[in-house]
């Protein structure tokens, strides 16, 4: 205690501290221009075709005799440490430069119906995670799955229809799938695989299809499933 001119002043009390952020954040979610409702495939789909990152990257050729996607091209992503499989239609360009959530990415072209409004497509992307202990990897899946729905859909909502233990070319893995509504009238699926990759370093994919009912949704879960670590 302090006294100045007779009066009796309180020490200084600091400022309470902020609390400390997870030391692991789940994925981030992609990162793309402004979207609205069902309209993201125009912005969100047309800036991943726009934006492959090129640099370790590539598209290759791999047979094997489980990959339902054998003998079409692959995505070989050296700096998440995966590869998958190029279903037909779908676009990868290796020449374009990604954005920053993503490290590699493909798409599926939506198409317009009568009114101008996108009536399917689709996308799939890979990025590192960062590291994440075996024991917390559903809790961040789940996590990552749904701050992607609140982010492509931020004013529909999402129900948890899988969650589930896996393994990826022989590593240890998390999947998770989310029904998606986009507060609109319109569905869609989304997928997220979270991989540890080396000790607790971790990559993920992450796959949307529109709508949540259509082969898209097939398309997407296909692809995730031909993933290897390399």
Known sequence: MMKLGGMTTPPTTPPPTMPTPPLVPPPP???APTRSGRRWRGAVVTAVI?????????TWWWMRDDDPLAGRPRVTDTKAGLSYGIPEGWKHDGKKKLISAFTTGMTKKSHEDAYGKDTDGGFVAAGEAGRVPEAALAGQTERAARSNA??????????????????VDGHTAHTVALAVKDGEGGTAHLRLTLIITDENDTAFLLGLGTPGTGPEREEVDTVLSTATVL
């Open 150 to 167: 609140v982010f492509f859909y931020p004013e529909g909502s999402s129900e948890l229809k899988e969650s589930k233990a896996t393994t």
């Open 50 to 58: 726009a934006a492959v990152v090129a640099a370790g990257l590539g």
């Open 29 to 31: 979610p992609p990162y």
